[in-house]
């Protein structure tokens, strides 16, 4: 039975993509790296605990890699690096991170200056920025270009 479009495993060595949730073949697609590379990366990823793999489909055997709780702790310092990166590189934003609750863009450190408190992972939601291309070529940035909740399955148009 062929896999359905909803991705509910992570991305490559990205755990900051991870958290936007996408399946292995998406990894390949989507980050344009030799299968090798993204095979190493995982491993370690999964060793580290970081990822954990889980089998969805016995024949032919297919795996999902999904985001851990110590995986899930990285969002602050990725964030950080994001927030450094869209400063100091960018001249134009890719994409906002909401909190769910009141759609207020976060702050640097992943705070809602509306709400005034420090936004779990799981009540974060990107959007697209006026830097996205309109129209990508592959599932996992076609489907980024709606709003997506971090930490929830990604519905891509791949089968």
Not at 7 to 25: I, K, L, M, T, Y
Not at 63 to 76: A, K, M, N, Q
Not at 105 to 124: K, W
Request: hydrophobic share 35%; net charge neutral.
């Amino acid at each position: 039975m062929p896999r359905s479009g909803t991705a509910s495993s992570r991305e490559g060595q990205n755990p900051r993509a991870s958290a936007r949730g996408a399946s292995q073949n998406d990894f390949l697609v989507h980050l344009g790296i030799p299968r090798a590379v993204l095979s190493a990366r995982l491993k370690t990823l999964t060793e580290e605990g970081i990822l954990e793999k889980r089998r969805y489909q016995e024949s032919p055997p297919r795996d999902e890699y999904v985001i851990t709780e110590r995986g899930t702790e990285l969002f602050p310092v990725l964030r950080a690096l994001a927030v450094w990166g869209r400063e100091h590189l960018m001249d134009v934003r890719l994409r906002y991170f909401r909190h769910v609750v009141c759609g207020t863009e976060l702050g640097s450190y992943g705070e809602c200056p509306a709400c005034g408190t420090v936004v779990p992972v799981a009540d974060v939601v990107i959007t697209p920025g006026p830097g996205l291309d309109p129209d990508p070529a592959d599932p996992v940035s076609r489907a980024l270009l709606k709003p997506k909740r971090l930490l929830e399955p990604l519905e891509t148009d791949q089968v």
